[in-house]
C-alpha cells in the first residue's frame, strides 16, 4: 500500500507543477495597437473599457475589482497589458511600481459628476459653476496642477478659507486614486474635492465627500445616501439615462499600461518589507485607517454576536413551542433567512428597508448580521437542547422544580455546554463575513486594506496585516468563550 | 397516607385506537410501609408508580394525598413533590454538578438552605451511603451502583416523606445490585415509607411490609410477601413469583403437525437452558399422544417449567373425562412402563374440567 500511495503523491505532484508553469509569466511585447490580438488585457470589472474590450474576439480579457489587482496581475505577468485611464497612476506611482504607458488610445471620454435624475436645481448649479470656472481658465489651471504633477500625493490643498455651515451636500467618490481623488488622513484631496470644495464656498453649504465602491454607488446615489457621485464618472448615454450629470469638468484618455522591463531586479527581501511597512503604514499615518478598521469591526461584530444570540434564543423558543403558528413561523424564518446570501441581504436592508430612514449604516448593519446569526444558532440552540437527556428533567420535576427552573437550573447549563463548539465557529463566521460592509460604505478592516492598497497598489502587505488581526480577532473570541463553559475538572 | 382510587391512564394513538395502561387501581399506602411493586414487563407497574408524583399523569381516577385529591385543578403539584422523593431506573444525576452540589442543589434552591448547613448536611448523608469520599466528585466518575446510591442521597437531602424506586437496579450488572439494596434495605429499617418497582423477587420478599402483584392494568393481588409468595391466591400470581413457563399445543385430531410440536418444545427446552432433557420430552410426548392416550381426542399437552424448583413437567388433560384413562383396560402397559421409566413421577388429578395426567421428569 506505501508503494501505491508514494507512487500517487509523485503523479499529484507533477500535475500540481505543470499545472503552475501553465500560468506563465511569459509576457507579450505590447507596443503599439498593432500588437494587441493575442494579448492578454485586464480592466476593471464594469467600466466603460470592459464593454469596449468585450466586444472583440481577438484578445483575452480578464476584469478586476479594482486597480490594485490589476495591477498586481500585470506585475506577476498574469496578464500582457492593463487598459485604463491614463491618470489612473500618477508618474511616480508608475515609477515605484515598474509600470509604463506603451500608448494612449485617441478617443477620450468626457467625466462629470452624476446626480439623481429629479435633483435638478442642483445639477444645474454645479454645471454653472464649473462652466464659469472652465471660461475663465481656472478650470484648466486646477486641472494642470493636480494632473501634471510628478507626484500628486504630497500636493496640498489650497487654502481656500472657512468652510460654510449647513446641510451638507453628501459626495460619493467611487475612487481613491491621486490626482483625481484621495483621502490624505480624514481629509480628501485631489482635483474633484478641490472643485466640490470650491462649489461648497460658491453654493453656501458644507460639502461632505466619502469612499463608496463603484458596485455600491449607484444605489447609494438613487436611495438617497449621496446626493453627487464623482470619481471620474464618463459621461454614456446609457447612463443619461438613470442619472444626471452636469458639464464635464475634465477628460480621460485610455491608456494601455505595461510592465517596465528596464528596472532594476529587487533589492533584498528584508528592505522590500522595510519599504511595504513604510508604505503601507507609515506615509500619511495609513495604519490609522487600520486601527479605525479594527475598532468597526469589533463594534459591528460584538454587537451583532450580542442581538443575534437573544434573537436566535427567541427564535428557538418559538419553534419549541406547543404552538403550531409559533412553530411554523420561526421554521420559516430560520429558512429565509439561510437561503438568502448575507451580502444580498445586507444590500436590501440598506437600500430598501432602511432606506429612507436616518438609521446608520453600522446599525444597520448590526441589525443585518444579527437576524442572520440568529437563524443559525437557533437550530444549533434547539439541538443542544433537545440532546440534554429526558431523565435530567424527570429528575428535576420529580426533586420539585417547575419546568422554568428545570430548564433554567439543569438543562441550560448542559446545554450551553454542548452547544459552544459549533457556536464558537458560527460566530467567529460572522467575524469574518462582516467583511462585506464594505459595500454599504462602512470603513471595516477589509476595507482598510482596500484603500491602503489602492493608493500603494501594494497587494500583498496590507492583505497580510489584516489577515493575522483577523485570526487573532477569531482566535481571542475562541479563547473567551471557552472561558465560560470551564468544565470542573476535579479528578482525584 | 395516600389514597388512590379507580386509577387509570389511556394512551390514545393518533388513528383513535386507545391502550389502557393501568385500568382500575385501588390501594391505600399508610405510613411507614414498605410496599413493592412486581408483575410481568409491560403492566403499568413503573405507569402507576410515575402516576403517584404526577410525572406521568392518570387520565382518570383521584389520589388523595393526606386526604386532598392531587389530580384536582390548582393542587401545588411541585411543593407535593418536594415531600416525595424518586429514584429513577437510569439514576439521572446532574451530569454538570459534581456529587455534592447534586446533593445540595435542591436544598439549597427549593427550601432556601444556606450553603454550609447544607453541604454538612449532604456529607452526612453521603456518609451513611458510603460515599463520603466522591463528595467532589463528578457523575461521570462515578460506577452504577455508586450513582444510584448518590441518587438516593439526594433524594433524602431533601427530607422527603415517601421515596418512590423506579427499577433502582434494573440497569446495574449484578455486583452493584447489592450496596444499593443495602441502601434501601437500612432506609427500611428507619421506617422511610417506599413503594419500590423491582424485579428483585428476594429482595422484595425480605424487605417490604407488603407486595403488589401487578398484572393487565390493575393490581392483580394485594398481600404480605409471606401471602404473595407462599400461597398465592390467583394462578396467575403463582405462575409469576415461580417463575413458572409453559407452552401449549391442543391436539385436535390426526391431523395435528406432531414435528413442529417437537422443533417448539426443542426450542423451549434450549430457551430455558434445559435441553438436556429434550429426548425424554420427545419422547414421552409420542408414546403418551400416540399410544396410551391415543384414543383421547381433543388432547391438551402443555410443556411446563418452573425455575425456582426446577421442575419439568409434560401434563396431558382430556376434557369431560372423569376417570383416569392409565387405568382401563385397553391402556397400552407397555408404552406406559417406558413413560414410568423416563419419569421421575406421573400423577393423576381430577380437575373441574376434565382429567388431569401429569408426568414430571
Redesign the interface.
Known sequence: MKKQQKFYALCLTAIAIILCSCGGNKQKEIVSEADLPGARIGCNTGSIYEIQLAARSDIKLSTFNCQADCIEALSKGKIDVMLDDDCVMSPESRKRLGIKIAFKGEDGFECGLALRKNDQLLCESLSYFIDSLRKTGELQAIYERWFLCDNPSLLPMPNLGQAPTGKPIVVGEAVNIPPTAFPVEQQWHGFEPELLERFARYAGRPVEIMFIPINGAVAALQSGNIDILAGGVFITDERRQTMLFTSSHFSSYPAYFVKDRSDAENSGFVSHLKQSVYNNLVVENRWRYITDGLLTTIVISVFAILLGSILGAAICWMRMSRRRWLSHTAKIYVDVMRGIPMLVFLMIMFYVVFASTGVGAVTVAVISFAFNFAAYVSEMFRTAIQSVGKGQIEAGLATGFTRVQTFFYIVFPQALRNVMPVYKGEAVSLIKNTSIVGYIAIHDLTRASDMIRSRTFDAFFPLLIITIIYFILTWLLGKLLDSTVSQKNTKK | MIEVRHLGKRYTNPDGSTLDVLKDVNCTIEKGEVISIIGPSGTGKSTFLRAL?L?DPPTSGEILFEGRNILEKGYPI?????????V?Q???????L?IIDNIT??PI??RGMKREDAEKEALEILHKVGLAEKA???PS?LSGGQKQRVAIA?CLA?HPEVILFDEPTSALDPTMVGEVLSVIRQLAREGMTMLIVTHEMKFARDVSTRIFFMNEGIIYEDGTPQQIFQNPVHSVTKAFVQRIHKLVFEIKDDTFDMLDMHSRMAQFCIKYNIAEKRGNIDKIADMMSGKVLATYKPLTLRLTYSEQDETTALDFMIEGLETSPLQTPETDKNALAEVRNLSKEIIEEQTTRGFRVKVII
Open positions: 408524583n410525572l411541585n411543593k407535593l413533590r418536594q415531600r416525595m422523593g424518586m429513577f437510569s439514576f439521572n444525576l446532574y451530569e454538570h459534581s442543589f435542591a434552591k427549593l467532589n466528585a463528578m466518575d439526594r431533601m
